[in-house]
Each structure stands twice: as C-alpha cells, then as structure tokens.
C-alpha cells in the first residue's frame, strides 16, 4: 500500500487487488451458475454498504439483469442487534417469477438477510439465491448461508470497500480492520453500525 494507512485503521485484510481478483472470480462462478439458456438476472443490493460490490460484481456478469435495491435498518443495544430489521427502502422492481440475487456487504448476525429473504418470498420470486463480499460466521444467531461468499473474517469490525463506521471509510479501496479505541483492553468487536 503506497498511502499511509490512516490513523484509525489498524491493518489491511484484503488490498484492492485481492478483493478485484475475488470479485472476478465470484463473477465466473454466478455467470456458470446462470449459465444459458440465461433468463434475467434481478439483482437486488442492499443500501448502503454493498454499493462498491456491486458496481464491481455486475461488471463481471455479461448477463441481462436489472439492478434494484433495498433499504434494511437493524437497531441494536449495546453490543448486539435487537433482532428488529426494519425496511427502509422497498424494492421497485416485480420480483414475481424471477431470477433474484440479492447482495450485501456483509453477513454478521444473519438477521438483515433473514429478513430480506423473507421480504422477497413474500414477492414469489422464480429463485433467489444470496451473495455476500463478507462473511463473519462467528456472530450468527440465525442459521444463514450465502450460496456466494467473497471472504470469511473473524470476528472482527471493518471498514472500506462500502463498509462504513458512522458513515466514514466507505471510499477506501481496501478493507481494513477498525482500530480498537484508545483505552480498551485488548481487540474489541464493535457493535454493526446500523445499516
Ligand atoms: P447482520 O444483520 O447480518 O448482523 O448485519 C449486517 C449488516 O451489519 C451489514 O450490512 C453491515 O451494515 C453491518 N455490519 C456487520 N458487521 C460489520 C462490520 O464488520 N463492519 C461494518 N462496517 N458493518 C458491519
Ligand atoms: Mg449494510
């Protein structure tokens, strides 16, 4: 990395290049399991932090789609989400028989997912599959799966690449880890910010 990290980051997990490489190959493996006869892709992304995946993901599938999004807020206590996602922003598009894949930055709790799956459901689309750029399995607490992962990270708060902290560092080109604040004992995970 040429430019210094800044202050409040303490290390760089992926570097621009490997999330490019990750993202392409991610890409190949949709664009085989969408493979022709292709009907429409409708890709639905999740605001806001999956913005930077997507515009880079839907760059590698040379696939009709049609892109929409959702907003999805989880309001937390503490450390922990209090398991209410509320909607924030509905999908536009119809959903009825189609093809849905549905993108987020990353899958912590599995509880904006959840919902979002059920959300869709309720739209009867033909499939709907889920891909994520991250994936922190050690903080599930429903049992969710995306059938596309980008990278599996400890339990870990980061930023870049989309991913904010009070809505700072989403431009940044990498993904990096938060640093702790100053004062606190060791590695601390903090809470997700709300979506
Ligand atoms: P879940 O409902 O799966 O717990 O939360 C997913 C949302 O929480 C993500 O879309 C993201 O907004 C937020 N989140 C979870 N972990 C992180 C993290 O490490 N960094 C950032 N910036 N957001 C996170
Ligand atoms: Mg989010």
Known sequence: MDE???EA???VLFTAAAIRER???LGR???IDYAPPARELTVVAVLNGSILFLADLIRQLPLPLRVDFVGASSYGSGTASAGAVTLTRG???DLAGRDVLLIDDI???GLTLHALGREIARAHPGS???CVLLDKPARRRVPIQADYVGFTIPDTFVVGYGLDYQERYRNLPYIAVLRPPA???GPITLPPAPA
């Open 91 to 93: 999908i536009h598009l």
């Open 128 to 130: 709907l599959r889920t």
């Open 9 to 11: 980051l303490e290390r």
């Open 107 to 109: 899958l912590d709790t």
């Open 29 to 31: 493996q949709i664009c």
């Open 4 to 6: 210094p990290l800044p």
């Open 23 to 25: 993202v392409a190959e």
């Open 183 to 185: 004062g606190a004992a």
